[in-house]
């Protein structure tokens, strides 16, 4: 009887955890190259009171044996890669990448961190930058003469320059890919950073060996469907509210039992 008290008691921290997991989804509903996360769970270890294919007699077997579950436990949290609709914002700094992909940047500390929004910005010395200020990597400075910017599908900027007809080159847009994009760590801020488990970044050219082409005027939005999460959300209520009847079942149980003695 007490197991199962602590049994659905790891039911009711399962669910808590699934709960924040939707939570911080349904916030990230407008984040930019958002990709949303899907919480995992594993049974734990059983308590075997009677060992299947034990002997019952000289000429019988246990079929099935007995074995009681003794609750359940987080196994993951994953990130699912699917990929967000895209907006249409004309904004010539804004770049989607059609596919698989991350930008690399630079971050204070000269360590490389990795994001999938695409939401540029110019600093005071012309260079292209995320929101929070990292630098994109390659780094890509744009003249101040510049009156127009175009990034190409295959990550080429060019900029036409005050009193010029054709364009310039100034540098070239880069993305990577991972053998395993879940593995990669969530730094906060749309940025990520390589582990052991989620591979080497694979350095290449936009629109080539697999990686996504780059679209201007663009950003992918969250990957987040409202919907869904509003539907797990509800299943995970329930499921919350069901081990928190086992509880109450369970302590009553118990109240009963303690009143056998009176």
């Known amino acids: 009887m007490i197991r199962a008290l602590y049994t659905a008691t790891t039911g009711l921290e399962a669910q808590q955890m699934n709960i924040d997991v939707i939570a911080n989804n349904l916030a990230n509903v407008g984040t930019t190259g958002f990709k949303r996360s899907r919480a995992d769970f594993e049974d734990l270890m059983y308590q075997t009171l009677k060992e299947p294919g034990a002997s019952e007699t000289s000429t019988t077997e246990v079929s099935t044996g007995v074995q009681v579950g003794l609750g359940v436990r987080p196994a993951a949290v994953q990130r699912v890669y699917l990929q967000g609709d895209f907006l249409q914002t004309s904004n010539p700094l804004d770049v989607a990448v059609e596919g698989d992909g991350l930008f690399q940047v630079t971050l204070p500390d000269g360590s490389t961190a990795y994001t999938r929004s695409g939401a540029f ?9 995320t929101s929070a200020g990292d630098a994109v990597t390659p780094q890509i400075s744009i003249p101040q003469a510049a009156e127009s910017i175009t990034i190409g599908a295959d990550g080429t900027v060019s900029v036409t320059l005050s009193g010029q007809t054709a364009p310039s080159q100034v540098g070239q847009l880069q993305t990577v890919r991972f053998a395993n994009p879940p593995g990669l760590r969530a730094e906060g801020r749309n940025l990520f950073t390589e582990t ?4 080497t970044p694979q350095l290449g050219t936009p629109g080539q060996d697999g990686l996504g082409a780059l679209a201007q005027g663009f950003l992918e939005n969250s ?3 409202v919907v869904e999460e509003l539907v797990a959300m509800i299943s995970a209520q329930r499921a919350y509210e069901i081990n928190s009847r086992a509880v109450s079942a369970v302590d009553d149980m118990l109240r009963t039992a303690a009143a056998l003695g009176r």
């Open 121 to 129: 910005k110019l600093d005071s010395t012309g260079t292209i930058v």
């Open 196 to 199: 052991g488990t989620s591979g």
């Open 223 to 225: 990957n987040v469907s």
